[in-house]
C-alpha cells in the first residue's frame, strides 16, 4: 500500500458505465451490473485498507426504476444476493462495518426492503466504518423529503419555525455527514442528482474508464490527486 498522507474520511461513488461495459463486450446490457457489484466488492477493501471511515455508493436511482422488466428483475435478484451475502460476511462483524441503506426504500418489493432493514439492524451499533448504500434515491428527492419531515415537526407543535436552520435541516436528511470527495466513473461529468446537499463542498474527480473497469491503480490516483488538493469550502 502506498503511503497517501490525506485521504478522505468520507468517500462517495457514482458507479456509472456498467451497461455500456457490457456492450461493449456483446453481452446483455444488465450483464453489467453483475460485474459492477463484484467491482464493489474489491473497492470495500480498498476503502478499507486504506482507513475511509464512510463511504456512499449511488447504488440505484428512482430513475432506474423506469428500466426494462427483465433489466429490473435481474438488478432486484442480484440485490436480494448481495445483502443475504453482506449479512453472513465476517468482515462485516469483525471490522465493526455499519451497512445503511438510504433513500425512498418503500418503492422496493417488500422481499429487497426485508434484507435492506434486516442487514441495517444487525450493524446499526458498528462503528469502526461505515457503508451507504443509496438505492431508489434521488439528491432533489432527499432534499423533499427532509422538507416535508420538518414540516409535519412544525404543524405538530415540535419545532418552532423559527428554530429551523441549516442544522435542522442536515439532522432530516438520510445522511447527515457530508463526502469529502465523490468518484465518477464512466466519462459523465455531472452529478446525477447524488448527494445534492451534502455535496455543495465536495472535491470531484471524474474517470474516463466504465465501472467494471475501475481498478485499484485507478482508485490510488484518485486518492493521490485529492491530497494534493486545496479545498476551499467557496472561500
Known amino acids: ?16 458505465g456498467n451497461r455500456r461495459f457490457a456492450r461493449r463486450l456483446t ?17 470495500l477493501e480498498w476503502c478499507r485498507e486504506y482507513d475511509i471511515k464512510e463511504l456512499t455508493v449511488y447504488t440505484f436511482s428512482i430513475q432506474n426504476f ?24 465476517k468482515r462485516i462483524y469483525e471490522k465493526r462495518i455499519r451497512i445503511n441503506v438510504i433513500g425512498r426504500l418503500w418503492m422496493f ?9 434486516e442487514i441495517m ?7 469502526q466504518y461505515i457503508i451507504n448504500f443509496a438505492m431508489a434515491y434521488g439528491g432533489r ?3 423533499i423529503d427532509a422538507a416535508m419531515k420538518i414540516a409535519r415537526k412544525a404543524v405538530s407543535g415540535e419545532i418552532k419555525v423559527d428554530d429551523i436552520n441549516e442544522e435542522v435541516f442536515k439532522n432530516s436528511l438520510y445522511i447527515k ?6 468518484i465518477r466513473t464512466g466519462g459523465e ?7 445534492a446537499f451534502q455535496s455543495a463542498y465536495s472535491e470531484y474527480i471524474f474517470i474516463e474508464k466504465m465501472w467494471p473497469e475501475f481498478e485499484k491503480e485507478d482508485f490510488v490516483a484518485c486518492l493521490e490527486e485529492y491530497s494534493q488538493r486545496k479545498r476551499r469550502f467557496g472561500v
Open 121 to 127: 439492524e444487525l450493524t446499526k451499533e458498528h462503528d
Open 189 to 195: 461529468k455531472r452529478s446525477s442528482n447524488f448527494l
Open 109 to 117: 418489493p417488500e422481499s429487497i426492503q426485508k434484507r435492506m432493514k
Open 27 to 43: 453481452a446483455k446490457p444488465w450483464k453489467g451490473h453483475e460485474w459492477g457489484a463484484k467491482k464493489l466488492a474489491s473497492v
Open 66 to 89: 423506469n428500466r426494462p422488466k427483465e433489466e429490473f428483475d435481474f438488478l432486484m435478484a442480484i440485490f436480494d444476493r448481495n445483502f443475504e451475502e453482506l449479512k453472513k460476511d
Open 177 to 182: 455527514s457530508e463526502p469529502d470527495l465523490i
Open 141 to 143: 428527492e432527499e432534499v
Open 1 to 16: 500500500m502506498s503511503l497517501i498522507e490525506n485521504v478522505p474520511r468520507h468517500l462517495g461513488i457514482i458507479m456509472d
